[in-house]
């Protein structure tokens, strides 16, 4: 009988604690957020890669060693280097990632000597319509700053002579055949 | 005018009141459940569709209304037609008794409130039909725990309720309602308010007593195989069956009509929802009995306590009256 109104009263207790507890959380602010109207920020999120910003000069630190193409995985990145008219130094004139192929996996980032790569801010909501948007040209802030190193005249490669077409053996009765395309002897 | 025609207008407009009041007040419950639900758990709930999020449950029943009727090939149509009404219409018969002022009672009946809990019984009938023509398996193991529970804690409940009807010497729910001008019953009868409550969660199938509708283990209960409308109509049932018997709460044992300053109806109202929210809170803190605790908890508990309870108020009564 003890036994049974002690159980009474201990269960009633703690069904009171716990009504205690669900009434604070009634009280207490939502912790939802409501994500196109408001976002959080997040630390520590990979975001696309890009390149850093050095602090004098406001340029980037890009040497164009290629140690980062070679690296890459998914091989997403691709850069292009010119002869300086200047001193004859080379100079990165265009380095694009495509962010639809880069898996994020930071192999560029150590690998570069220069440490001139890192990732983005956090941009967790990047979404595109259209492909082209996610080619990314890393170099494009810089030649908006005008900075520097984008501002150094190059030595525009020669114009890639267009390889001759090899001769074609005429077939009898055949027309001109243009390119190598094709037209087993 | 005739008498006979003026009596079907009448009855016909009261109808007519009390179901729009359902149909609102159940919109407005499901919207309240979500809000309380949402709370507890610290998210904001519904928010986009109107001001505060109220019109979502409007939105919710217009696409409930135009979603196709299915009909079971194995079912027994009759049976499965008819169990919605069954378990919805019964409930509708409380509101001819719950008094919102001296003079505002449909019917103010001799019976008063035994009238109501003897009509929602017809309810659990509704809701074993419904799980039997059903032809599912989960819907009839549904109903039978139903039908289990309902012996369980229906008499715990008419005990609770016996000893306020005895503190009032009347069963007319206005008279008894007068009788608490000076105190409530629920300082007069802690005991039986606590009983009471207990039960008429267990009456209206809320958690943690919500055993026949266990949605983790029985699929939806005895409305797994209804849609659209028909399944509408148990959501009704179901939302006025809580907010009748948080009314008949707020009658016996809240003082009903009576306080301050504002008009008599409000208060009811108000005290109605009060008991509603209370009811909610308790179904977002405790998890769900299993049929055997429930059973336990009603004999081995409640039925005791309300035996003590009526046994205290009669000899109470009785020493009062020697006294006298």
């Given at each position: 009988?003890?036994?049974?109104?002690k159980?009474?009263?201990?269960?009633?207790?703690?069904?009171?604690?716990?009504?205690?507890?669900t009434?604070?959380?009634?009280?207490?602010?939502p912790?939802?957020?409501?994500?196109?109207?408001?976002?959080?920020?997040?630390?520590?999120?990979?975001?696309?890669?890009?390149?850093?910003k050095e602090?004098?000069?406001?340029d980037h630190?890009?040497?164009?060693?290629?140690?980062?193409?070679?690296?890459?995985?998914?091989r997403?990145m691709?850069?292009?280097a010119?002869k300086?008219?200047?001193?004859g130094?080379?100079?990165?004139?265009?380095?694009?990632?495509d962010?639809?192929?880069?898996?994020?996996c930071?192999?560029?980032?150590?690998?570069?000597?220069?440490?001139?790569l890192k990732?983005?801010?956090?941009?967790?909501?990047?979404?595109?319509?259209?492909q082209r948007?996610?080619?990314?040209?890393l170099?494009?802030?810089?030649?908006d700053?005008?900075?520097?190193l984008?501002?150094i005249?190059?030595?525009?490669?020669?114009?890639k002579?267009?390889p001759?077409p090899s001769?074609?053996?005429?077939?009898?009765?055949?027309?001109?055949?243009s390119g190598?395309?094709?037209?087993?002897? | 005018?005739?008498?006979i025609l003026?009596?079907?207008?009448?009855?016909?407009?009261y109808?007519?009141?009390?179901i729009?009041?359902?149909?609102?007040?159940?919109l407005?419950l499901?919207?309240?459940?979500?809000?309380?639900?949402?709370?507890i758990?610290?998210r904001?709930?519904?928010?986009?569709?109107?001001?505060?999020?109220?019109l979502?449950?409007?939105?919710?029943?217009?696409?409930?209304?135009s979603?196709?009727?299915v009909?079971?090939?194995?079912?027994?149509?009759?049976?499965y037609?008819?169990?919605?009404?069954?378990?919805?219409?019964?409930?509708?018969?409380?509101?001819?008794?719950?008094?919102?002022?001296e003079?505002?009672?449909?019917?103010?009946?001799n019976i008063?409130?035994?009238?109501?809990?003897?009509?929602?019984?017809?309810?659990?009938i509704?809701i074993?039909?419904?799980?039997?023509?059903?032809?599912?398996k989960?819907?009839?193991?549904g109903?039978?725990r139903?039908?289990?529970?309902?012996?369980?804690?229906?008499?715990?409940?008419?005990?609770?309720?016996m000893g306020?009807?005895?503190?009032?010497q009347?069963?007319?729910?206005?008279e008894?309602?007068?009788a608490?001008?000076?105190t409530w019953?629920?300082?007069?009868?802690?005991?039986?308010?606590?009983?009471?409550?207990?039960?008429?969660?267990?009456?209206?199938?809320?958690?943690?007593?919500d055993?026949?509708e266990?949605e983790?283990?029985?699929v939806?209960?005895?409305?797994?195989?209804?849609?659209?409308?028909?399944?509408?109509?148990?959501?009704?049932?179901e939302?006025?069956?809580?907010?009748?018997?948080?009314?008949i709460?707020?009658?016996?044992?809240?003082g009903?009509?009576?306080?301050?300053?504002?008009?008599?109806?409000?208060?009811?109202?108000f005290?109605?929802?009060?008991?509603?929210l209370?009811?909610m809170?308790v179904?977002?803190?405790?998890?769900?009995?299993?049929?055997?605790?429930?059973?336990?908890?009603?004999?081995k508990?409640?039925?005791?306590?309300?035996?003590?309870?009526?046994?205290?108020?009669?000899?109470?009564?009785?020493?009062q009256?020697?006294?006298k």
């Amino acid at each position: 009988m003890i036994q049974y109104l002690k159980a009474i009263f201990t269960g009633a207790a703690g069904l009171l604690s716990g009504m205690a507890i669900t009434m604070r959380y009634f009280f207490m602010k939502p912790v939802t957020v409501i994500y196109p109207k408001e976002r959080i920020v997040m630390k520590r999120f990979k975001g696309p890669i890009a390149f850093v910003k050095e602090e004098k000069s406001g340029d980037h630190l890009c040497i164009s060693c290629n140690a980062c193409i070679k690296v890459c995985p998914s091989r997403c990145m691709s850069l292009v280097a010119k002869k300086s008219a200047v001193d004859g130094k080379r100079i990165l004139t265009d380095f694009k990632v495509d962010y639809m192929l880069c898996s994020l996996c930071s192999l560029c980032i150590d690998v570069c000597p220069t440490d001139a790569l890192k990732h983005d801010d956090p941009r967790y909501d990047m979404v595109s319509r259209n492909q082209r948007d996610l080619i990314m040209d890393l170099l494009q802030p810089f030649r908006d700053a005008k900075t520097p190193l984008t501002q150094i005249a190059v030595v525009e490669d020669a114009p890639k002579t267009v390889p001759a077409p090899s001769p074609v053996v005429p077939s009898a009765g055949g027309g001109s055949a243009s390119g190598g395309q094709g037209n087993p002897a | 005018m005739n008498p006979i025609l003026l009596e079907g207008l009448k009855i016909s407009l009261y109808c007519t009141g009390v179901i729009l009041f359902i149909s609102v007040n159940t919109l407005f419950l499901v919207w309240m459940e979500r809000k309380v639900a949402a709370r507890i758990q610290r998210r904001p709930g519904p928010l986009h569709v109107g001001p505060y999020g109220l019109l979502q449950t409007v939105a919710d029943a217009v696409k409930l209304l135009s979603k196709e009727l299915v009909l079971p090939q194995e079912a027994n149509k009759f049976l499965y037609l008819l169990a919605p009404i069954m378990t919805f219409a019964p409930v509708l018969s409380a509101f001819i008794v719950i008094p919102l002022g001296e003079r505002a009672v449909i019917r103010d009946l001799n019976i008063g409130f035994l009238l109501v809990f003897a009509l929602t019984n017809i309810t659990f009938i509704g809701i074993f039909v419904a799980g039997w023509s059903s032809n599912n398996k989960y819907a009839l193991l549904g109903s039978m725990r139903a039908v289990a529970q309902n012996i369980s804690y229906e008499i715990p409940l008419l005990l609770s309720t016996m000893g306020v009807v005895m503190t009032a010497q009347t069963l007319k729910t206005s008279e008894i309602v007068l009788a608490q001008q000076n105190t409530w019953f629920i300082f007069i009868q802690p005991l039986a308010f606590l009983i009471f409550f207990c039960s008429s969660l267990a009456e209206a199938n809320r958690a943690p007593f919500d055993i026949p509708e266990a949605e983790s283990e029985l699929v939806a209960g005895f409305h797994t195989e209804y849609s659209g409308m028909r399944f509408a109509l148990f959501f009704l049932g179901e939302y006025t069956a809580i907010f009748v018997s948080s009314a008949i709460g707020a009658t016996l044992f809240l003082g009903g009509w009576h306080g301050p300053f504002l008009p008599g109806p409000f208060w009811l109202v108000f005290k109605t929802y009060a008991i509603v929210l209370v009811v909610m809170w308790v179904r977002w803190t405790f998890p769900r009995l299993r049929s055997d605790q429930l059973m336990n908890f009603a004999w081995k508990v409640l039925i005791p306590f309300g035996i003590l309870n009526l046994l205290f108020t009669a000899a109470f009564l009785t020493f009062q009256e020697v006294m006298k």
